[in-house]
């Protein structure tokens, strides 16, 4: 090279972003199913039943490894016990030691009907999830859902037993442990909700807990002070922004922003021919101005379908100051199905789309942030819960 030649670099190669597409992890009374989408979310292939027969509460991909995959399962003959599939279920073994209650001396044993609730644990606790049950119990797994540990501060915490009530207490099919939440800043910050109980939280990775329900109303006639009256639905934290809570709770809709530990009523908003009673939250992956539910009808006997038969997805944009009716494409009418809990998801695209299953099996999907709805299955058994993951 001459001493006036310039010297030539090269070329830095970028490394091609990887495609990924979704699946739709959807669990019913009578077993489960996994819906691979294409990369557009356009078509979709069904996988499954898997559990035929069997109820599945919940069923959710490990986002750490995109691999490990948990299904809460009450079986006829094996009784509540986990799944763990670590090849997206195409093999299933049974957990080795699933959730079960320890019953010291001094306090009424109890007996886990089905375990409810599943939760990853933080992303640097790669094998760490959570699961909550019915009766109201909470336990942890270290190694990836093989094994399951009662956490004592909880399910044999004599003034958390008078706070969860009776095992016939609750909703129709029994009460219920659920919304566990991680931090994604600190392992040590955990939140759950029960119904009913009250919303939790601990700062000492489940060691001590201290109630989290000011601001929340309790049914006309009895009394908030007592934590046994409130009985949240669902809690959701924002993605991007971990220090606003949303919650749907048995008396509306509510939004928490700490440092304040008191509870904002935003469902008042909602029309009043609607209400804002219903079971499932979604907050937006990447706007915490944005969140949506799925009212259904809550007067006085509390029919638990959608108001007057017309369902449709409720959206605000400014964290509860206006909502907005998404229905189109949803049935117009005569329609008299609702959603449950677990049962609304959404997804973490740039432009995310809705998930959607319902109590006469069908599952959904919301365009556009629920702007515009379309049917991805019908016909299935009623369906419990609906996650969504994105694998390669």
Known sequence: MSPTSTPVRAATKKATPKTTRPVVLVATRKGAWLFHGDARRKTWVADGPHFLGHTISHMVLDPRD???????????????????????????????????????????????????????????????????????????????????????????????REWMGSAQDGTPDGPKLHSIIVDPRDPAHLLFAMSSGGVHESRDAGRSWSALVDGMQVVEGFDPTTLTFHDPHCVRLCPSRPDRLYQQNHCGIYR?????????????????????????????????????????????????????GRPAAYVTRNAGRTWERLDAGLPENQAWWTTKRQAMTVDARPTPALYLGTTSGELWIGRDEGARWSNIARHLPEIYAVEVAEVA
């Open 256 to 308: 928490l922003d700490r440092p304040s530990d008191t509870w904002q009523r935003i469902g008042a908003k909602m029309p009043k021919r609607v209400g804002d009673i219903g079971f499932p939250m979604a907050v937006h992956p990447h706007d915490a101005d944005t969140a949506w539910v799925f009212p259904m009808d809550g007067t006085d006997v509390w029919p638990r379908t959608s108001p007057a």
């Open 66 to 160: 995109r691999r490990t995959l948990l299904a809460a399962a009450k079986t006829g003959h094996l009784g509540p016990t986990i799944f763990r599939s670590t090849d997206l279920g195409r093999t299933w073994k049974e957990a080795r030691q699933p959730p079960a209650f320890a019953n010291p001396p001094g306090l009424p044993a109890r007996s886990v009907d089905h375990t409810f609730w599943l939760t990853p644990g933080h992303a640097d606790e790669p094998d760490t999830w959570y699961a909550g049950t019915s009766p109201q119990g909470l336990f942890r797994s270290e190694d990836g859902g093989v094994s399951w540990a009662p956490l004592p501060s909880v399910n044999d915490d004599p003034q958390f």
